[in-house]
Structure formats: structure tokens, C-alpha cells
T-cell receptor
Framework: QQQVKQSPQSLIVQKGGISIINCAYE??????FPWYQQFPGKGPALLIA???DVSEKKEGRFTISFNKSAKQFSLHIMDSQPGDSATYFC????????????WGAGTKLIIKP | KAGVTQTPRYLIKTRGQQVTLSCSPI?????VSWYQQTPGQGLQFLFE???????NKGNFPGRFSGRQFSNSRSEMNVSTLELGDSALYLC???????????FGSGTRLTVV
């Protein structure tokens, strides 16, 4: 019940296209859903995050869509650029005294020029 | 402001040895988490320290241990190194309220 399942494992998108990465969770107590972006040789960096009281959050070309009833959330990258090529991780956590992030397995995204 | 600093960046050790990795969090951050990252296993949570106390622990053997000092700096120790311990070890700091984790660039440990 603590798992976060992420798909696909890898994704190739043409420059200018839309990249979509999906995550699903089981624990309804989760109340914070971030996405992290990791470039080779670097640690993951927080990209965008959402809480379950909203269904969508947009920051520039990056959008999180959240479906509470389906227990799913997804990252959309519009107008994908070669510089977006990276590994993306979704995660989830719940409030209280235990804020441990539960991580998805990651998606390696390659944007073809 | 300065980011999360991990030292050393690269390390080569021999099987059976022990190693200590260091992490200096962002100023004001009281939580430090450690992760092991390998190509096949993604991000594996090791443990989290908050105000010098271990708050969470992942499913790693007792060879992996850590501690946090009063200035929030943290160290991670791995004893009796095995070849399978070769990985990128990442440290992340936060205020401890559940969001805003900032990662360091990691320590690349190679066990030969």
C-alpha cells in the first residue's frame, strides 16, 4: 500500500511533442505529490508538486494532472525540448510526523531533435 | 544560498573496508535523508535524520548507519563493503515538514 507505480520506464518523444509520465498510488493518506527531474551526474531536483485539493497545476511547460478518485497523477511536458532529456521521478508522502517520500521507479525521457 | 554539499564526490574502496560519507545540508534545514541509487533499483531510501534523531529507516542491513550532528550535518557509514554497495549515494535536506527536499550531487562509491 506504500508503493508508487510509475510508467513508462523509458520514453522517446520528438522535439515539440508532449511527454506524458504516469504514476499510481494506493495509500489514500498521501497528500503531497512531487515530481523530480534528474540529469546524469546530478541529484534529483524538485520540478513541480501538487496537493490533492487541486486537479491540475501548471508551471511553464510542465503540468501535473491529479485524479483523486483514480489515485493517479501524471506529468505532462508540453513542447518537449532536447534539454528536457532526463530521468523523472514521481513521489508521494503523507502528513503527520512521518514525511518520508515514497518514490516511483523513474522514467528515462529522451527528446529526439 | 549554498546548496547541499556532499563529500567526497567520488570514492573507490576495496571489498571489506568501511567508508564514511558526509553531507552538509542547506542552512536552516533540520532534516537530512540518505538514498542509494543504482541503475536497476532507482532511488532506495536509507534513513532520515531530524534534529539529530533517526526518524525513518529503510530496508537496508545494519552495515549501513548514519548520524546527524547538532549543526545538522550528517554522515553515513557503510562497514564491511560489498561489491553490491557500488552506487551513487544521495543526500537530501529539507525543513522537515514533508516537502521541499533539495538533493546534493551525490557521492559515487565504487567497491572493487
Amino acid at each position: 500500500q506504500q508503493q508508487v507505480k510509475q510508467s513508462p520506464q523509458s520514453l522517446i518523444v520528438q522535439k515539440g511533442g508532449i511527454s506524458i509520465i504516469n504514476c499510481a498510488y494506493e495509500n489514500t493518506a498521501f497528500d503531497y505529490f512531487p515530481w523530480y527531474q534528474q540529469f546524469p551526474g546530478k541529484g534529483p531536483a524538485l520540478l513541480i508538486a501538487i496537493r490533492p485539493d487541486v486537479s491540475e497545476k501548471k508551471e511553464g511547460r510542465f503540468t501535473i494532472s491529479f485524479n483523486k478518485s483514480a489515485k493517479q497523477f501524471s506529468l505532462h511536458i508540453m513542447d518537449s525540448q532536447p534539454g528536457d532529456s532526463a530521468t523523472y521521478f514521481c513521489a508521494a508522502s503523507k502528513g503527520g510526523s512521518n514525511y518520508q517520500l515514497i518514490w516511483g521507479a523513474g522514467t528515462k525521457l529522451i527528446i529526439k531533435p | 544560498k549554498a546548496g547541499v554539499t556532499q563529500t567526497p564526490r567520488y570514492l573507490i574502496k576495496t571489498r571489506g573496508q568501511q567508508v564514511t560519507l558526509s553531507c552538509s545540508p542547506i542552512s536552516g534545514h533540520r532534516s537530512v535523508s540518505w538514498y542509494q541509487q543504482t541503475p536497476g533499483q532507482g532511488l532506495q531510501f536509507l534513513f532520515e535524520y531530524f534534529s539529530e534523531t533517526q526518524r525513518n529507516k529503510g530496508n537496508f542491513p545494519g552495515r549501513f548507519s548514519g548520524r546527524q550532528f547538532s549543526n545538522s550535518r550528517s554522515e553515513m557509514n557503510v562497514s564491511t563493503l560489498e561489491l553490491g554497495d557500488s552506487a551513487l549515494y544521495l543526500c537530501a535536506s529539507s525543513l522537515g515538514t514533508g516537502n521541499g527536499y533539495t538533493f546534493g550531487s551525490g557521492t559515487r562509491l565504487t567497491v572493487v
